[in-house]
């Protein structure tokens, strides 16, 4: 074994706190403090989010969905500053419900959208493997 | 009051970006509640089932290409963004150099070995953790440093000598020294701790392609080095990116308005690449058709529309005069081309798989962190 790397027994204290993190396999760059909070100047159905560690990956795809919210009067993204890992999220809402209930819905849409894509991607390519065996054989 | 549907014409034409000589139109979605008068388009997941199409073109270990059709631009890109910048591989990291007496200086060479693409068995990655490294302003306790959970050991030792059995007039340095060239072949995996029992046989930690050159010697000349690979992701730095590309273009369409025929037909075809337009007789069906442009030219040839897939969109066709008018371009907004290329650690279509469960791991994380705010 090489000296500068040690076994697992010599941090049994450790091993308990990743456990805990094992769960779930954490982005490391989202690791360190994920936050998110409302930017002042909000009330109700008008309100900015901001996610620290985010980009335009989650950024457009959420205020795709948030869009998509008939109770939604506007939402928009933006990253302030280049050199700041910021995203802001602005929603504005009719008053059938609140910004923050409208975030949460993007969230949940979003979440239904992975699904259904993994579902129908997973069948299209076990088919597309089955065809290509059946050609094989065939 | 109900809302409006519109037409099945109206709908398609919606779908296409118009793509001319100089301008592209239609390039926004206007799929969303309030764009189009009475018309609903909120979000509804049946309706997006339904809709929603994956076809494979190509499904080899290390490349795969597919369509997905019925997404929007926003999610397609979230997909993309997230197989280059977030999905964790291993790579070396750490590099202590015990020797290093060949012509390629120490951080000349460290950088190139982080650059070879590893794999391993899958199970093994997953099971390991981020590999914490200290903080530079010195506060809360010290990470836990290496261990068998985040921290992969390779070896590098290899020594050029002379080879005494050489011909005498050889003048090949692979055959008149031992070891003249370092392949990446040479490093060594030693497994560590829990190590063992996942990464073991064929799911050894090694590098994908043996053969990718690392330095040259001559004799006399050693390198002597341990590496230290650790979990990262391609946003912290591209050798952790899983793919050599993702991409993804919108599929072409290619509409002839008007007819096409004879000689302008033949050179019509040579503006897009093979097997795009095809040529076919002008049947007396269609001459018969009034209205249509082909009456009385049965028998010539005409083109028609093979295959608008392996179009480049290179406008070629709206240069010419003869087709002015003749020709519509587009692209389907939300039909994706993927061609997703692995480097050899994961399959091409797992590691699309994984990147959508990444994109709704981050919602999960990110809606539990909102209880937060509701308190």
């Given at each position: 074994m090489p000296a500068s790397v040690h076994s697992e027994e010599a941090h049994e204290n450790d091993q308990s706190m990743m456990d805990a993190e094992m769960e779930e396999p954490v982005n490391p760059i989202l690791l360190d403090e994920?936050?998110?909070?409302?930017?002042?100047?909000s009330t109700d159905t008008a309100a900015s989010f901001q996610f620290e560690g985010e980009g335009h990956t989650l950024g457009n795809a959420l205020r795709y969905t948030i869009m998509k919210n008939p109770a939604v009067e506007f939402c928009g993204y933006t990253i302030p500053h280049p050199s700041d890992a910021k995203m802001h999220v602005r929603i504005q809402t009719d008053n059938t419900t609140t910004a923050l209930e409208a975030l949460e819905k993007g969230f949940d849409d979003l979440m239904d959208l992975c699904d259904v894509v993994t579902e129908k991607f997973t069948v299209a390519r076990d088919q597309y493997k089955d065809d290509a065996a059946y050609a094989m054989e065939g | 009051m109900a809302p409006l549907i519109p037409s099945q014409e109206e709908?398609?034409?919606?779908?296409?970006?118009?793509?001319?000589?100089?301008?592209?139109?239609?390039?926004?979605?206007?799929?969303?509640?309030?764009?189009?008068?009475?018309?609903?388009?909120s979000?509804?997941?049946?309706?997006?089932?339904?809709?929603?199409?994956?076809?494979?073109?190509?499904?080899?270990?290390?490349?795969?290409?597919?369509?997905?059709?019925?997404?929007?631009?926003a999610v397609a890109n979230a997909f993309r963004r997230i197989l280059v910048a977030e999905i964790p591989t291993l790579a070396i990291e750490y590099v202590f150099v015990q020797n290093n007496t060949s012509v390629i200086q120490d951080e000349v060479l460290a950088s190139r070995l982080g650059l070879i693409p590893l794999k391993g068995s899958v199970e093994?990655?997953?099971?390991?953790?981020?590999?914490?490294?200290?903080?530079?302003?010195?506060?809360?306790?010290?990470?836990?440093?290496?261990?068998?959970f985040n921290t992969v050991v390779m070896q590098l030792a290899v020594e050029c000598t002379k080879n005494p059995d050489a011909a005498q007039d050889e003048t090949d340095p692979r055959k008149l020294y031992h070891n003249a060239h370092v392949y990446a072949k040479d490093m060594t995996f030693t497994p560590v701790g829990r190590q063992e029992q996942f990464f073991t046989g064929e799911g050894a930690i090694q590098p994908v392609n043996p053969?990718?050159?690392?330095?040259?010697?001559?004799?006399?000349?050693?390198?002597?080095?341990?590496?230290?690979?650790?979990?990262?992701?391609?946003?912290?730095?591209?050798?952790?990116?899983?793919?050599?590309?993702?991409?993804?273009?919108?599929?072409?369409?290619?509409?002839?308005?008007?007819?096409?025929?004879?000689?302008?037909?033949?050179?019509?075809?040579k503006c897009f690449p093979k097997g795009v337009i095809g040529l076919e007789p002008v049947t007396a069906e269609d001459a018969k058709r009034q209205g249509s442009g082909y009456e009385g030219h049965a028998g010539e040839m005409k083109a028609v529309v093979r295959d608008a897939f392996n179009d480049t969109v290179s406008r070629e066709c709206l240069r010419h005069e003869e087709f002015q008018g003749k020709v519509k371009l587009g692209r389907i907004r939300d039909h994706f081309i993927y061609n997703v290329e692995s480097t050899g650690q994961?399959?091409?279509?797992?590691?699309?798989?994984?990147?959508?469960?990444?994109?709704?791991?981050?919602?999960?994380?990110?809606?539990?962190?909102l209880e937060d705010l509701m308190a």
């Open positions: 994920k936050r998110v909070i409302i930017l002042p100047g | 709908l398609q034409r919606r779908r296409i970006i118009g793509i001319n000589a100089e301008t592209v139109t239609n390039i926004p979605s206007t799929d969303f509640p309030g764009h189009w008068p009475g018309e609903s388009h979000w509804a997941l049946d309706q997006f089932k339904d809709n929603f199409k994956v076809e494979f073109h190509r499904n080899d270990p290390y490349e795969a290409s597919f369509s997905l059709i019925g997404l929007d631009a093994g990655i997953n099971w390991m953790h981020w590999y914490r490294k200290p903080s530079e302003d010195d506060d809360g306790p010290a990470p836990p440093g290496p261990s068998d053969d990718i050159l690392i330095a040259k010697l001559r004799p006399g000349q050693k390198i002597d080095l341990e590496m230290h690979c650790i979990k990262g992701i391609g946003a912290d730095h591209a050798k952790f990116s899983p793919v050599a590309t993702a991409t993804y273009r919108l599929m072409p369409q290619i509409t002839i308005e008007r007819p096409i025929l004879g000689e302008d037909a033949k050179k019509f075809a994961f399959e091409s279509d797992v590691l699309f798989l994984e990147a959508v469960k990444v994109l709704k791991l981050k919602c999960a994380r990110w809606k539990r962190g």
